[in-house]
Antibody, heavy 121, light 108 residues
Framework: EVQLVQSGAEVKKPGESLKISCKGS????????IGWVRQMPGKGLEWMGI????????TYSPSFQGQVTISADKSITTAYLQWNSLKASDTAMYYC??????????????WGQGTLLTVSS | DIVLTQSPGTLSLSPGERATLSCRAS???????LAWYQQKPGQAPRLLMY???SRASGIPDRFSGSGSGTDFTLTISRLEPEDFAVYYC?????????FGQGTKLEIK
């Protein structure tokens, strides 16, 4: 059974750093892209970027380029989303999702349960 | 970036009725690479359709998708109580993937 299990909810202060995780199981983790999606409170879905754990090749949405870092460690089948300096506007639910498809056209078939991030002074 | 506009914003229908949700793109979606997701309160999104008209594994056949170019439609033939949720379209044909703003399907 394919599963993506995300790390737990976080409460952080502005300016702090953070790395949240997404552990995959039940499939060949290195062979599937993993995507990250943001959902701000009461709002819609925003695509942040994707990574190929096999070689850590990552692509970012221009809206998130330079704001976050997406990484992966295939040895422990885990992908990460990282901030160096959090802002209150980073408060949101963050989802990871396995990507399927082909030819640089990837959609999300399995999703993690989400990690709720609250940034407040 | 491709902007996806979903309509209506909210759709009020009764169980047993037919639902038609629209997703319009600001430019042509390459390869009809358009997906639909369902999201219920407190849950992660769930994949319904991909490639505009292919149903994901385990999705009932009352769900169908159609369209190409800039106009896409998700149809639910006969609404079941569990279908009331928010629906998002997503294009993944261009290098920057984008979602629509969502259509809330509520019980009338």
């Amino acid at each position: 059974e394919v599963q993506l299990v995300q790390s737990g909810a976080e409460v952080k202060k502005p300016g702090e750093s953070l790395k949240i995780s997404c552990k995959g199981s039940g499939y060949s983790f290195s062979s599937y892209w993993i995507g990250w999606v943001r959902q701000m409170p009461g709002k819609g879905l925003e695509w942040m970027g994707i990574i190929y754990p096999g070689d850590s090749d990552a692509t970012y949405s221009p809206s998130f380029q330079g704001q976050v870092t997406i990484s992966a460690d295939k040895s422990i089948t885990t992908a990460y989303l990282q901030w160096n300096s959090l802002k209150a506007s980073d408060t949101a639910m963050y989802y990871c999702a396995r990507q399927v498809g082909g030819g640089s056209a990837w959609f999300s078939d399995y999703w993690g349960q989400g990690t709720l991030l609250t940034v407040s002074s | 970036d491709i902007v996806l506009t979903q309509s209506p914003g909210t759709l009020s229908l009764s169980p047993g009725e037919r639902a038609t949700l629209s997703c319009r793109a600001s430019q042509s979606v390459r390869g009809s690479h358009l997906a639909w997701y369902q999201q219920k309160p407190g849950q992660a999104p769930r994949l319904l359709m991909y490639g505009a008209s292919s149903r994901a594994s385990g999705i009932p056949d009352r769900f169908s998708g159609s369209g190409s170019g800039t106009d896409f439609t998700l149809t639910i033939s006969r609404l079941e109580p569990e279908d009331f949720a928010v629906y998002y379209c997503q294009q993944y044909g261009n290098s920057v993937y984008t979602f629509g703003q969502g259509t809330k399907l509520e019980i009338k």
